[in-house]
């Protein structure tokens, strides 16, 4: 198989930053998945003789404040993070796909009106929205799920009726209508996959995002309740315990912070070679 017709997700590991981010994001994904075959700790059960203790070959990262493994916090915290910011942003793709394609068909009054909404939340910054909707459904994974679902939902949205907007006008669309297709396979089989690439590629980059909001609204209390391990969680735990035992904080903000480049930087390798940005550039 040649190097072109490899899919896109693929030919990406072959830049040098792809390949190191796509590794890292597969470990971490595998990681998250296999997380009880990976330790032989629990993530919930409490040691209290164990607590604060350093790094050392019984527990590599060392210990927290009730003498958990840290390491194993960290993994099981990885399958939270990512799961939830995973599970919102696929939801809000989904909703804003639909939304910004019916929108950019249709136009009219409904075009109007969902440009209006879309607009109106699209003023607001993501944890203001977040936090709001966190705060009506209540702290949990489900709450925090449905408020990064609806803080990018705008993105999506404005993105899809872009893309729409553009091809409905293509000669490809008035060939499909004149040989007699309906809105419906127009819409499905035609617009929605040529416009399917730039959003996926933005819901990965959103991706990153979504988990640096997640890790927000742990932080504050309000994301996956304990004992479920997040990556927030651990650092709004840890920040208290800084100077006594920094390894509490230290260790779940590198994992957030790594993740999210590495997923920007595989973002990028993605784009390029998606030649998305060339592709924008002809659209405009």
Sequence with gaps: MSGRALPAPLRAFRRPLGAVAGGWLAAVILAALFAPLLTPYDYDIQALKEAYQPASARHWLGTDEFGRDLLTRLIYGARTSLSVSGIAIALSVACGMTLGAAAAWFGGWFDRAVTVVVDLTWSFPEILIALILVAIIGPGTTGTMVAISVAYL???????????????SET?????????AGNAHILFRHLLPNALAPVLVSAMLATGDAIILEATLGFFGLGAQPPVPSWGGMMSAGSALVFKAPW???FPGLAVAVTVVAINLFGDALIAELDIRARMRRQV
């Design 154 to 168: 705008a993105q999506f949205t404005r993105l899809t009726r872009a893309q729409i907007l553009t091809l409905k």
């Design 172 to 180: 490809f669309i008035e060939a499909a209508r004149s040989l007699g």
């Design 248 to 250: 509490i904080i230290i």
